[in-house]
């Protein structure tokens, strides 16, 4: 079964406005997770290493305040895309693992701004 | 953000033959590769995974080979299935809790 999983899965909105995706682990604790992002026919692309207890560290080009990241227990992160516009529409995936095994990720969540 | 390629290669093989993905790796640092395998619309699921200390690894239908010197790393899919039809990712990764990097993926397509 799932160990990570993500919610929503889906989410259509209007332009201007702030969604929020989570990212679980189900069975284990995660100090660590990551959020990627994918366009079509493309690899994903690390956004973001989200940090429990502390602040998230963001990747080149990547911008903190517009994607604000929140990992404030062992099994919960949250990413929340602000003020979201036409361009942000894309896949968000979240990842999380201990130290000695493979990430594991969710199913992803599909952003459609409008 | 960091990533590596931007459009998807792709490759068609007969049901029932071999398939080999290649993917080349950047950092010559990383010690740990993994290869995911990607259907359309979920996130991406462990196929395999090799430590640098290797050059071989097997599982069931899949083989992952390490090729330190070059800096290469294929996944090898036995007897392939319609079911083994998806977008495949090698990733590599360096210490323990260092971030994943993603190449950029290979569309493996089969015909039945």
């Known amino acids: 079964g799932a160990v990570v999983s993500q919610h929503p899965s889906w989410v259509i909105c209007k332009s201007g406005t702030s969604v929020k995706i989570e990212c679980r682990s189900l069975d284990f604790q995660a100090t660590t997770m990551f959020w990627y992002r994918q366009f079509p026919k493309q690899s994903l692309m690390l956004m973001a290493t989200?940090?429990?207890?502390?602040?998230?560290?963001?990747e080149q080009g990547v911008e903190k305040d517009k994607f604000l990241i929140n990992h404030a227990s062992l099994t919960l992160s949250t990413l929340t895309v602000t003020s979201a516009h036409p361009e942000d529409s894309s896949f968000y995936i979240c990842?999380?693992?201990?130290?000695?095994?493979?990430?594991?990720f969710g199913d992803g969540t599909r952003l459609s701004i409008l | 953000g960091e990533s590596v390629g931007l459009h998807l290669p792709t490759l068609s093989v007969q049901e029932g033959d071999n398939s080999i993905i290649n993917c080349a790796y950047s950092?010559?640092?990383?010690?740990?590769f993994i290869w995911y395998k990607q259907e359309s619309g979920k996130g991406p699921q462990f196929i395999i995974d090799?430590?640098?200390?290797?050059d071989k690894r097997q599982g069931q239908r899949v083989t992952v080979l390490l090729n330190k010197t070059v800096k290469h790393l294929s996944l090898q899919i036995a007897a392939t299935q319609p079911g083994d039809s998806a977008v495949y990712f090698c990733a590599e990764k360096g210490a323990s809790y260092d971030k994943v990097i993603f190449g950029p993926g290979t569309s493996l397509s089969v015909i039945p």
């Open positions: 950092n010559s640092a990383s010690d740990y």
């Open positions: 990842s999380a693992g201990d130290q000695n095994q493979p990430q594991h």
């Open positions: 989200s940090n429990e207890g502390s602040k998230a560290t963001y």
């Open positions: 090799i430590r640098s200390n290797m």
